[in-house]
């Protein structure tokens, strides 16, 4: 079974803090994603990744930026925590067309 | 860019009963998956259905991707499968393999 791990199941943040997210996943899959969850607004793509130290911007970059130093990690950085970032937070990870994504149990960030 | 539908928005049913989610999708799809987001709020992936029928104990999809529109069949169901459904959609053209998702299906299932 492909596991997709997450660093943290709940984080609180202070205003202007800097915030890391990390996702692991054990599969070596070249493609691993990161989305948010907001009520009303559904999920939606922050970044995503195709390869070790590729990285490609999603419909909600700003304010975010991503690491991937390794294939089997994925990590999202929060430069200055502001309370708008306050979400839940989905790290998927992904082998190919015609295959599955695979989501980790999300982070509950918030920021205050 | 690709719309994906999902109805009913809500949904509550007794336990035993049986339901119908739909998915529409507003142009063609490489991958088309439906999830369960349990309480804790992880995605638990259901099916991976672009095309064709699947099934899995009480539940089973079907997709009809020349008409752009998925199902999800819950038979008999019990309060465990309670919590937000959602499908997704990678579009054929102009996408890098990321999910667009609708906006769910809210089920309540009642003792």
């Known amino acids: 079974d492909v596991k997709v791990t997450q660093s943290s199941r709940y984080l609180v943040k202070r205003t202007g803090e800097k915030v890391f997210l990390e996702c692991v996943q054990d599969?070596?899959?070249?493609?691993m994603f990161w989305y948010r969850q907001d009520p009303g607004l559904g999920l939606r793509l922050i970044y995503f990744s195709y390869d070790v130290k590729m990285k490609e911007k999603g419909d909600i970059p700003e304010g975010y930026s991503v690491s991937r130093e390794k294939k089997e990690r994925f990590s999202l950085i929060l430069e200055s925590a502001s309370t708008n970032q306050t979400s839940m937070y989905l790290c998927?990870?992904?082998?190919?067309?015609?295959?599955?994504?695979?989501f980790g149990p999300g982070t509950r960030l918030t920021v205050t | 860019g690709i719309q994906v539908e999902q109805s009913p928005p809500d949904l509550i049913l007794q336990e035993g009963a049986n339901s119908t989610l739909r998915c529409n999708f507003s142009d063609s799809v490489n991958n088309l998956q439906w999830f369960h987001q349990n309480p804790w709020g992880q995605l638990i992936n259901l099916f991976y259905i672009p095309s064709g029928t699947k099934q899995n104990g009480r539940l089973s999809a079907t997709t009809v991707a020349t008409e752009r529109y998925s199902l999800l069949y819950i038979s008999s169901s019990q309060t465990t499968d309670s919590g937000v459904y959602f499908c997704a959609a990678n579009p054929l053209r102009g996408s890098q393999g990321n999910l667009i998702f609708g906006k769910g299906t809210k089920l309540s299932v009642k003792p």
């Open positions: 998927a990870s992904w082998v190919a067309q015609g295959r599955e994504q695979y």
């Open positions: 599969m070596d899959h070249e493609n």
